[in-house]
């Protein structure tokens, strides 16, 4: 996908009608609006460009934001031969010519730095491909993805090439965008203050969306300045960025999780508007709603879970849209439940120390005695009954013989673990004078 800030060209610029998006690309790195923590001074390609000294890159970041700009005029600064492919139209052949006309300029003392955008969309022997090239300086490599380079680059590429993430243009960056487009354009765009914000809400971030939609704007024929409820009739809303198997899906399900754990109902009830505004099925959503009443609330607040699976049901029962509702009612309760994980960590505690101890057998007091022989090999031999104890308990041993007690759940001071806590002290208190009464 080409991007936004492509530069300019060559000396065969079409004569014809230009689109705004090319008329106002930048033609030096000066001219980048944004990304100030990749091009500044200090930063990772200030620095580079200052020594002279480029490294291979992966630029990672959201579509719009000068991805490909950037590759070109580094080719520009550098003077190296740019050679631009897409990961979604290039196949082996087309890939071995390529690096074969590289080869060729390399000989002849001249550089390339090969642009591929989508480079995640290349599977791993395609990645692969690129390591000698890149090793004996035939190509100086800059990949473009908007997806988490952990997640789909080889492991190989990325130790041999520099990571930078480019983010999504801020209002500001995006006002400076459109203030260019008006310079450019000779006319200031026909709305009003609320109606400009709206406009750049509307690009989400993305700089190439905002002047495909100035351009819009631009054309229309109005007397005097349009407000926000006209611009919105006119012009259709952006669609969210939003991938439900990618780094939205993941970024956005953890900012709701993390809301509900920080007990931030408003901003809950935000994040999970957004998923469902993006497309996210709701079964997704209470499945996870249902996990964190069980990991970040548990018997502080035994009915979350209950809530949860009552909403899930209505869900399902209702159907879209008033089964949200439901859902959003659970968000609200969760966020605003006392909070506890100590049956999650006490069920992980438990769950190593089964996994060390491997197969030690229960203390043969507490095994059942159903045959002859099993009770002449002690089993079941001292058993204290429960029920038959002062108090109802009696303080046996119930770990392997051995084994140091294990101390799993530790309940913390809130909601109903208050009380749980409360009783899990009386039981230790009970347990040690029993076993005080046992040694005297």
Same mark, same amino acid.
């Given at each position: 996908?080409?991007?936004?800030f492509?530069?300019a ?24 609006i ?32 000068g991805k ?12 190296l ?11 082996v052949?087309?890939?071995?010519k ?7 300029r390399?000989r002849n ?7 591929? %955008?989508?480079?995640h969309?290349?599977?791993?022997a395609?990645?692969?491909g690129?390591?000698p090239h890149?090793?004996d ?6 990949g ?28 500001a960056d ?35 969306a905002?002047l495909?939609?100035i ?17 919105t ?19 956005l ?40 009443a069980v ?5 502080? %607040? ?5 809530i ?8 399902e ?24 994980n ?8 438990a ?14 007091h507490i ?8 009770e002449?090999?002690?089993y ?24 140091k ?10 909601g109903?673990?208050?009380?749980l806590?409360?009783?899990v ?9 029993r ?6």
């Amino acid at each position: 996908m080409a991007d936004l800030f492509d530069t300019a060209a060559s000396a065969d610029t079409p004569k014809g009608p230009r689109p705004l998006a090319d008329r106002l690309r930048p033609r030096t790195l000066s001219e980048v609006i944004g990304q100030e923590q990749v091009l500044g001074p200090d930063a990772p390609l200030g620095v580079m460009l200052a020594s002279g000294s480029l490294s291979s890159l992966i630029f990672w970041g959201p579509p719009g934001v000068g991805k490909t700009t950037i590759a070109r005029l580094l080719a520009r600064e550098t003077d190296l031969h740019f050679e631009q492919i897409s990961a979604i139209f290039t196949g082996v052949p087309e890939l071995r010519k390529v690096f074969e006309a590289a080869k060729l300029r390399h000989r002849n003392g001249k550089g390339t730095l090969l642009f591929v %955008d989508e480079i995640h969309r290349f599977n791993k022997a395609q990645q692969d491909g690129f390591l000698p090239h890149m090793e004996d300086g035939t190509i100086l490599l800059v990949g473009a993805t908007t997806e988490n380079p952990s997640f789909e680059l080889n492991a190989a590429l990325l130790s041999r090439s520099q990571v930078l993430v480019l983010t999504r243009l801020t209002l500001a960056d995006l006002e400076r965008l459109a203030q260019r487009a008006e310079k450019e354009l000779g006319r200031a765009l026909p709305l009003d203050g609320p109606a400009r914000e709206a406009l750049l809400e509307m690009a989400d971030g993305d700089g190439r969306a905002l002047l495909n939609l100035i351009e819009q704007v631009a054309a229309w024929k109005v007397d005097g300045k349009l407000g926000p409820d006209a611009l919105t009739t006119r012009l259709m809303k952006r669609a969210a960025k939003y991938d439900k198997s990618g780094d939205e899906h993941y970024n956005l399900i953890s900012a709701l999780h993390k809301s509900v754990r920080g007990s931030d109902p408003d901003a809950a009830l935000y994040w999970f508007s957004r998923m469902l505004e993006g497309g996210e099925d709701p079964r997704f959503l209470a499945r996870r709603l249902t996990r964190m009443a069980v990991e970040d609330i548990g018997l502080a %607040d035994p009915q979350a879970q209950t809530i949860c699976l009552h909403a899930w049901e209505t869900y399902e029962r209702l159907g879209s849209p008033e089964g949200e509702l439901a859902l959003a009612q659970a968000v609200t309760y969760l966020a605003l439940a006392p909070k506890s994980n100590a049956g999650y960590v006490a069920y992980k505690a438990a769950r190593a120390a089964a996994k060390k101890t491997g197969s030690e057998p229960p203390p043969k007091h507490i095994l059942n005695a159903p045959t002859k022989l099993m009770e002449d090999q002690g089993y079941g031999a001292g058993y204290a009954y429960d029920h038959d104890a002062e108090d109802g308990f009696s303080g046996q041993n119930y770990f392997p013989d051995g084994m140091k007690r294990g101390v799993y759940y530790q309940p913390v001071d809130r909601g109903f673990e208050r009380d749980l806590k409360k009783r899990v002290d009386f039981f230790a208190g009970l347990r040690a004078k029993r076993q005080a009464k046992g040694r005297n």
